[in-house]
């Protein structure tokens, strides 16, 4: 078939414009019923924070059973199988059974249960020390929720939220194969139907820039979240906090050790990321780093930040023991010696590396007369190292 490549531009519009229709009706009502949902099915769990609803335990436990069962057989259904079964629900809605208002119903339908599991997943990351804090503490159960919950887990919802998007982009084509119009609809009709193959080629292109723009949008707000989420935790003196920022930074890494291929961004959205995660990279090193060092002292003293940027250690021997900050202005040095690592990998002058760590060490040489502070100068310093590597690793390539 000869295309009129004339009439391609008004044709392929219009399909974007309906799928941005579909996506956009679905994607608000999945964040609104699916984040209630993983809510919902995280509080009603046993010993949750809403497992007795009006008193009553036995209600929690069958809120969380019937969610949990709706949940698992939306997200069983496919997709194309889900869209003919809702045919008579989107023409009670909507008063139609084709378009994109009409396609947009079993999008959210299929999307909701979706995002709802994702948000559980995230939801039970969260530390329960922190929800047990905020209880003796008298928060209330919408407090707890909206500060502690939802807003530890923040980074990992918008992955989350990334992952449910791209699949709704992806069944918002599946769509266009009953009439819902959209890139599917042209593809189908004009590239199969018809036998031409420019438009065929052009949707694929068209899906996979959406694609790549969506998934560029979300890590620039995945990285802020991380940022705003290791800012919280030095202001609020919570260092575990941080640890949920290295979530976003574990998937990029993971996605290039297994060369995911997603392209370069725009010199724009580079820049933007870039600097997000240099900011990531220096600023979250020192909860992060604080945190490592909490974990290793588990059974023993607690892990305390000093007041002139340094640690709080034991010093001593019984029953003379005292504390004393050692290692002073490690705040302020580890913020440095990030921000110079970054800068030499993001250079390529890696050999910059090593003249830090020679630099750092006999700085402190005279400070490391004891194993415990010797372990802890370690620990850290490696932390701090790792973590800036890793963000500049994610800069770079």
């Not at 414009?17 to 608000?28: F, H, K, N, R, S």
């Not at 969260?126 to 407090?143: F, M, P």
């Not at 060369?259 to 933007?272: K, Y």
Request: net charge positive; charged share 10%.
């Amino acid at each position: 078939m000869i295309t009129d490549w004339s009439a391609m531009p008004a044709i392929l519009l219009q399909a974007l414009a309906e799928t941005g229709q579909m996506v956009g009706i679905a994607l608000v009502f999945t964040i609104v019923f699916g984040l209630a949902i993983g809510v919902v099915l995280v509080g009603t769990d046993t010993g949750g924070i809403i497992s007795e609803p009006f008193r009553s335990p036995r209600l929690g436990a069958v809120i969380h059973a019937v969610l949990g069962f709706l949940v698992n057989v939306g997200r069983s259904l496919p997709f194309i199988i889900l869209m003919v079964l809702l045919i008579p629900v989107s023409r009670a809605i909507v008063g139609s059974s084709i378009g994109s208002a009409a396609a947009a119903v079993p999008l959210t339908v299929a999307a909701i249960p979706f995002f709802a599991r994702l948000v559980e997943i995230a939801l039970r990351e969260v530390d329960e020390g922190l929800v047990e804090a905020a209880k003796s503490l008298g928060a209330r159960r919408g407090t707890i929720i909206g500060k502690v919950l939802l807003a530890e887990a923040r980074p990992a919802i918008v992955l989350g939220l990334s992952t449910s998007v791209i699949s709704m982009i992806n069944y918002s084509a599946i769509a266009g194969t009953i009439g819902g119009g959209g890139i599917g609809d042209i593809a189908i009709r004009y590239g199969y139907q018809r036998y031409s193959i420019p438009y065929l080629v052009v949707t694929i292109i068209i899906l996979i820039v959406i694609v790549q723009v969506v998934l560029w949008i979300l890590a620039i707000v995945v990285i802020a979240a991380a940022l705003a989420v290791c800012i919280t935790a030095i202001r609020f003196r919570k260092s575990a906090l941080a640890l949920l920022a290295a979530l976003p930074v574990i998937v990029g890494l993971v996605g290039l050790a297994f060369r995911s291929g997603v392209p370069a961004p725009s010199t724009a959205v580079a820049v933007v990321a870039g600097i997000l995660l240099a900011l990531l990279g220096i600023i979250g090193g020192s909860p992060i780093t604080m945190a490592v060092l909490g974990f290793s002292r588990r059974g023993s003293v607690p892990s305390v930040d000093g007041e002139h940027g340094g640690i709080v250690v034991s010093e001593g021997t019984a029953p003379e023991i005292h504390r004393a900050e050692v290692l002073r202005g490690g705040t302020i040095i580890g913020y440095l010696e990030r921000l110079a690592l970054i800068a030499a990998i993001v250079l390529g002058h890696v050999e910059i590396v090593v003249v830090l760590i020679a630099v750092k060490g006999l700085g402190r040489f005279s400070e490391l007369d004891s194993p415990e502070i010797r372990e802890r100068f370690i620990i850290g310093t490696l932390v701090s190292l790792i973590w800036a590597g890793a963000c500049a690793l994610l800069i770079v390539l």
